[in-house]
Nanobody, 126 residues
Framework: QVQLAESGGGSVQSGGSLRLSCAAS????????MAWFRQVPGKEREGVAS???????RYADSVKGRVTISHDKAKQTVYLQMVNLKPEDTASYYC????????????????????WGQGTQVTVSL
C-alpha cells in the first residue's frame, strides 16, 4: 500500500502563495487517483483538487483558478500550488489516494479515498 506525507504548509498573508507537496512511498502511485482535501475543526473534510490516474484534474468551485494540482512521477510527489490565498483557505490540508478509478461524481468526496497523509496546516491572515 502507499504511504503519503504532506509538507509545505505555513502561514501567509492574504494574496500570498504556497505549494504543498505529498510524497508517496511504499508503492508507486501509478494507477491511483490522487487528491487534496482540507478540513477546519468542526466541519467535514472538503475536496479541493483531484487527479485521475490518466492525469485528468478536477477542482472545487471555491478554489478554481487559484489552485493547481500536478505531479512529478520521478519524485513520486503530488503538488498543490495555491495562489491568491484567502483567509477562508485556512485549514489542515490532506493528501489522499485510492487505487483505480473513482466515479467522476466522487472524486472530491473524502470517503472515496483509502489512503491519507497526516496533514499540513495552512493559515492565511488578512
Amino acid at each position: 500500500q502507499v504511504q503519503l506525507a504532506e509538507s509545505g504548509g505555513g502561514s501567509v498573508q492574504s494574496g500570498g502563495s504556497l505549494r504543498l507537496s505529498c510524497a508517496a512511498s511504499g508503492h508507486s502511485y501509478s494507477g491511483y487517483c490522487m487528491a487534496w482535501f482540507r478540513q477546519v475543526p468542526g466541519k467535514e473534510r472538503e475536496g479541493v483538487a483531484s487527479m485521475d490516474s490518466d492525469g485528468t484534474t478536477r477542482y472545487a468551485d471555491s478554489v478554481k483558478g487559484r489552485v493547481t494540482i500536478s505531479h512529478d512521477k520521478a519524485k513520486q510527489t503530488v503538488y498543490l500550488q495555491m495562489v491568491n490565498l484567502k483567509p477562508e483557505d485556512t485549514a489542515s490540508y490532506y493528501c489522499a489516494a485510492r487505487f483505480g478509478a473513482i466515479n467522476v461524481n466522487d472524486v472530491l468526496v473524502w470517503d472515496a479515498y483509502d489512503y491519507w497523509g497526516q496533514g499540513t496546516q495552512v493559515t492565511v491572515s488578512l
